[in-house]
């Protein structure tokens, strides 16, 4: 998600409380189309989130190729791992009439999506794509542009799928876990921006405008919701380790929250850019966004994969 400014005015944050409304205008009609029309509800919502994955991808490799083509031959890859998993027979699962998302359901596609072995498949492709990028085939940063872009279809496809299935089971648990990411970025953005190098000098390379304050700041405000909806909700989630399953997501989430945005943060260092695009004015491009989020989704699942 966004920076940590240490500048504040009420215009500014009034202006970007204006564009979250707006996004969150155009991303919750989905959200409940996906949970309460169930079998259609599950297609066009796949079909709204497989398109956001694409261009999700394609803004981000847009900063690593000398040309769109490549751009969007790239993120064609992460689209077609959305839409083909290795075991074919769970999209005939996913789009069949007959079939209610209970929480078992839940896991069981969650592992199977873990266990993808496709994802591999992007990486020789990946390389030929930046074999055939003449302008940058001789770049020093071969390898690691091509390790990152790996990394990034591995992260963005597992969240847009993971966001697709949970959405089918609770739709109010997809906008609780959102919503640790969200108060973790307005927190920090809004107390860095008050106290941020007035307690700790520290600067940090990846992000200069990020500060200690704003980071526990974040931590604080996202982990006393995360432990309040996790201690009185339980979102029909029926796991034999629940107790210890709070635990850890009340620690980590609220964490994994800020990895995100760090994780991201440094892929635009990297990149040189201040964001991935201008898509959305005041907050920049999609991933810009979802960092923090998506972080938040996969670890969500990690906890109940390894639980």
Not at 207 to 226: A, L, N, V
């Amino acid at each position: 998600m966004r920076a940590f400014f240490p500048s504040f005015t009420s215009k500014e944050f009034l202006y970007r409380f204006l564009s979250s409304v707006f996004i969150i205008a155009i991303i919750a009609p989905i959200l409940f189309v996906g949970y309460y029309w169930h079998f259609w509800g599950r297609i066009i919502s796949f079909g709204v989130l497989a398109f956001i994955l694409f261009y999700s991808l394609y803004e981000i490799f847009f900063h690593f190729q000398s040309r769109k083509i490549f751009a969007a031959i790239s993120a064609s890859l992460g689209f077609l791992l959305f839409l083909f998993p290795s075991n074919f027979n769970l999209n005939q699962i996913y789009f069949s009439k007959d079939v209610e998302f209970s929480w078992s359901s839940i896991e069981f596609f969650a592992r199977e999506q873990v266990l993808d072995y496709h994802i591999f498949f992007a990486l020789p492709f990946l390389i030929v794509i930046r074999f055939m990028d003449s302008k940058q085939k001789t770049n020093s940063r071969f390898f690691s542009d091509i390790l990152l872009k790996f990394i990034i279809i591995f992260i963005v496809t597992l969240f847009f799928k993971f966001l697709w299935l949970l959405n089918t089971f609770n739709v109010y648990l997809v906008i609780s876990l959102a919503l640790i990411a969200v108060i973790s970025d307005i927190s920090g953005y809004i107390f860095g921006s008050i106290f941020g190098r007035k307690i700790f000098a520290w600067k940090f390379d990846f992000s200069p405008k990020k500060s200690m304050e704003g980071f526990i700041f974040s931590f604080i405000f996202s982990f006393i919701f995360t432990l309040l909806i996790f201690l009185n909700l339980n979102f029909g989630i029926n796991l034999n380790n629940w107790l210890l399953f709070k635990i850890l997501a009340i620690i980590f989430l609220p964490i994994v929250a800020i990895f995100g945005d760090i994780f991201f943060s440094v892929i635009k260092r990297y990149l040189n850019i201040k964001d991935f695009s201008q898509i959305i004015k005041g907050h920049g491009g999609i991933f810009d966004r979802l960092d923090s989020i998506s972080f938040v989704f996969l670890s969500f699942f990690t906890i109940i994969l390894i639980i």
